[in-house]
């Protein structure tokens, strides 16, 4: 368990007119440095086969603003100027690292955001100080900023509101209380959650409830015409519609992820190759809807907290046709079947409770054995890889990646 962690405090902020063209500025002065360099290094790289990195990138930037046809970049914050900068060559690192594909130009319709790296300041109780805005930024604080305050980004949703998100490095004020309970979860369509305790959580299926709203307010935007206010004003109708689906679903994920890591010291979970099951295109919007990745991710995090451990289980374990009685495993096991009796014993299984039975027993024994070995169906030893989650910063606590080399017969 970690004594200090990061975590970021997000507000809506009130800024008067003025403010608002100044903002702007900052938007457009931070996707045009963005662009332009990422244009300059990708003509770069295919040139010469390398490319500038930020120390060099943040020169060029220099000579850009002092350039009289970009002066205009001297209005807004230098800092955020650079910051872009970082946000690139940061883009372009993940890429070659193959943890992200390569950096796209950022479009003017797009979500628009700039970050502050540093003195950002609250004054006032609920106006946020930082560069350029001296007057400071009216916000709605809904609760207490703790901890040191290391950088802010603002940003504009498509519906024209404006957040800023806090970054700050606090003490870690999690208690770490031991429950002394384990659960295995299979993630699924018509229940969200699946426990090995045999609890089900349902799938709000969100999307699907707004989806005839939605489809009628699209239906009525694409008639009118570019530019109109009537466009513009259906065309919020529909993104305050995504935004109130978005919400909606991070809300309950937020609640969800707590529950589970307040009530279990270990949560083992199954990766799903979401990219694959895409490709059923009967299932493809439901599995949008889902967003299993994001509460997988919300898991992570808050585990890293409270000093809990999250066990992740490679996808090509046969978790669904596996019994959790017997350990015989079915040769054939169709999404349509959701009951089934076990050949060999007779149990009686729910698919997706048998499924996080056997996702809990296989990550309590990846954890047991030590030489990177788990005894599983017909006797069969299988040899496991076992490397911490990319996507995991170190320090996490024992957070797991389960890669299976062999498939199973």
Not at 30 to 37: A, E, G, I, L
Not at 248 to 260: G, I, N, V, W
Not at 288 to 311: H, M, N, P, Q, R
Not at 340 to 348: D, I, T
């Amino acid at each position: 368990m970690k004594e200090v962690i990061y975590k970021a405090y997000r507000f809506r902020l009130y800024p008067t007119d003025e403010q608002k063209m100044l903002i702007e500025k900052h938007f457009g002065c931070s996707r045009f440095v963005f662009n332009y360099f990422l244009n300059f290094k990708d003509t770069q790289f295919k040139s010469s086969g390398q490319s500038d990195n930020y120390v060099k990138l943040a020169s060029r930037l220099k000579d850009l603003k002092s350039d009289e046809e970009h002066s205009w970049l001297k209005e807004v914050n230098s800092q955020s100027l650079q910051a872009s900068l970082k946000h690139l060559d940061n883009a372009y690192l993940r890429f070659f690292r193959k943890e992200s594909k390569f950096p796209k130009f950022k479009a003017k319709y797009d979500n628009q955001s700039f970050s502050i790296p540093q003195n950002v300041r609250i004054e006032r109780k609920h106006y946020l100080s930082i560069p350029k805005f001296k007057e400071g930024i009216r916000f709605k604080k809904s609760q207490e900023v703790k901890g040191i305050i290391c950088s802010a980004t603002i940003s504009k949703t498509k519906t024209n509101k404006y957040f800023v998100s806090i970054l700050v490095e606090q003490k870690n004020e999690y208690s770490q209380v031991k429950m002394n309970k384990e659960v295995g979860i299979d993630l699924g369509i018509k229940d969200f959650v699946i426990t090995s305790d045999g609890v089900k959580y349902s799938n709000p299926k969100y999307l699907k409830k707004y989806r005839n709203k939605l489809k009628k307010y699209q239906r009525i935007l694409s008639k009118k015409k570019n530019g109109s206010h009537r466009k513009e004003k259906f065309r919020l109708k529909v993104a305050s519609i995504h935004e109130k689906i978005a919400n909606s679903r991070e809300d309950f994920q937020h609640k969800l992820s707590t529950e589970l890591l307040n009530e279990h010291d270990l949560i083992c979970v199954e990766s799903l190759a979401v990219k694959n099951m895409m490709k059923n295109h009967k299932l493809a919007q439901s599995i949008v809807d889902a967003s299993w990745y994001s509460f997988i991710s919300k898991l992570k995090y808050k585990a890293e907290w409270k000093g809990k451990t999250i066990v992740q289980i490679d996808q090509y374990y046969p978790s669904s046709k596996t019994c959790s009685n017997c350990n015989y495993k079915m040769n054939k096991m169709p999404l349509e079947v959701r009951e089934w009796n076990c050949p060999k014993c007779g149990h009686h299984h729910d698919r997706d409770i048998n499924a996080a039975k056997n996702i809990l027993t296989f990550g309590k024994a990846l954890i047991a054995n030590s030489d990177g070995t788990s005894e599983y169906s017909h006797g069969d030893s299988v040899k496991l890889k076992i490397t911490p989650h990319k996507s995991v910063k170190s320090g996490i606590n024992e957070v797991i990646k389960v890669q299976v080399d062999e498939i199973f017969n």
